[in-house]
Structure formats: C-alpha cells, structure tokens
Nanobody, 123 residues
Framework: VPLQAYGGGLVQAGGSLRLSCAVSGRTFSSFAMGWFRQAPGREREFVAA????????TYADSVKGRFTISRDNAKNTLYLQMNSLKPEDTAAYYC?????????????????WGQGTQVTVSS
C-alpha cells in the first residue's frame, strides 16, 4: 500500500506549510490516518490523526491550535496544514494508515507508512 508524502521544505519560524499524503492500493475511506514526526536522535512521535470519514480528529498538545489534519476521500489524499511553525517542529514527517476506522495516537496501530518528508523551520 504505497503512501507518498510530500510538501515539506524549509520555512522561517512563523511560516506555514501544507503536507499531503497520496494513498493507493487500499480503500482509503475505510481507515483512519495519522501524521507522525521524527527528529534526529528522537523517537517517532504522534502529531495528528483523523477518523476514516474525517468527522473527528485529535492532536498532540505541542501542535494543537497550529496544525490541522484533513482528508479528501474522493482524492485518496491526507493533508496536514501547519501554521505558526516553530524551530522545534523541525523533523521528518510521516503519514500512516491505520488498521481501524477510529483514530489512534499509538505508532503500533498503524500498519502502512509513507517515506517521510522533511520539514525544517529556521529561527
């Protein structure tokens, strides 16, 4: 199940980026999706997740109010709108597909992962 994440880049603090994740080979609308990130030397951490139908979402406290997760089931695409970016948001960002319809913050509940897209926020 290929997941292709893209949209990362270099941005100044306070700026915005929109990540996208295109999914193929799976009934996209049947599964919850999530975004995670991993900085060098640190464990992969939860960022945001959304239910299969897109009606409910959850966020890590560190990004709440700044990031918005959404999905377009007609286009098999997941999004992460990131505003008011901070240097501590610098990481590789990964999209993931869950085994369930309800969202989860746990890495182990996701069975397919994208390759990651790098986000670098300069101060």
């Amino acid at each position: 199940v290929p997941l292709q994440a893209y949209g990362g880049g270099l941005v100044q603090a306070g700026g915005s980026l929109r990540l996208s994740c295109a999914v193929s080979g799976r009934t996209f609308s049947s599964f919850a999706m999530g975004w995670f990130r991993q900085a060098p030397g640190r464990e992969r951490e939860f960022v945001a997740a959304i239910t299969s139908g897109g009606s409910s979402s959850t966020y890590a406290d560190s990004v709440k109010g700044r990031f918005t997760i959404s999905r377009d089931n007609a286009k098999n695409t997941l999004y992460l709108q990131m505003n008011s970016l901070k240097p501590e948001d610098t990481a590789a960002y990964y999209c993931a597909s869950s085994r369930a319809t309800s969202y989860s913050r746990v890495v182990g509940t996701y069975d397919y992962w994208g390759q990651g897209t790098q986000v670098t926020v300069s101060s």
